[in-house]
């Protein structure tokens, strides 16, 4: 798989400012200005400095946890694109490489990052497959709707076992309580 480099590789000044010391980094990769897509077995972090960026002085850091993530993926043409991060309730517009306004410039925006060449391009393809992969994993093995269609058909096998004589009365209306509490 691709990304999987030395976190010492990662300047120390980014570390710092995505308070990275301590974590344990998956995978990671630079874009094409002061740009940096981190990954940990947690969140995703975009770690951004510079003028094109829009931070002069200091970094801009923009961390997102995998069960919130709805989308990773890299618009790219000719020579030039960006990689964007999507979650529910945020709002994506069309973004251009070589655009200076705030809100269709992908070096400003906080979940983009901006992407030159196409081996750049096809490594952050990857990176939006593993990050894809892990938010389905969070999401299907943390998902509440998962149990929620369950319950109903647990109840319906607690009535079987009560029809059966397996269960009393007061057994069955207590576990029942307990499924229809987690609804």
Not at 27 to 50: F, H, M, R, S
Not at 101 to 115: E, F, G, L, T, Y
Request: aromatic letters at 10%; hydrophobic letters at 35%.
């Amino acid at each position: 798989m691709f990304g999987k480099k030395k976190k010492d590789e990662i300047p120390e000044n980014v570390l710092e400012a995505a308070n990275l010391k301590n974590e344990d980094i998956e995978l990671w990769v630079k874009g094409a200005e002061k740009e940096w897509l981190i990954c940990t077995d947690n969140q995703v972090y975009i770690v951004k400095k510079g003028f094109m960026t829009g931070h002069t002085f200091g970094f801009g850091v923009f961390q997102m946890p995998y069960k919130n993530i709805t989308g990773a993926n890299v618009n790219y043409h000719l020579a030039t694109g960006y990689f964007e991060i999507s979650a529910g309730g945020m709002q994506n517009t069309q973004k251009d490489y070589w655009s200076h306004d705030k809100n269709s410039d992908p070096h400003q925006a906080q979940n983009c990052i901006s992407v030159a060449g196409k081996e750049m391009a096809n490594k952050f393809r990857e990176a939006s497959s593993y990050i894809l992969n892990k938010a389905h994993e969070f999401n299907s093995n943390n998902s509440p709707t998962n149990n929620i269609v369950d319950i109903p058909e647990q109840i319906k096998k607690l009535a079987d076992l009560k029809t059966q004589g397996i269960l009393t009365e007061e057994e069955f209306n207590k576990k029942k309580s307990e499924l229809l509490a987690k609804m």
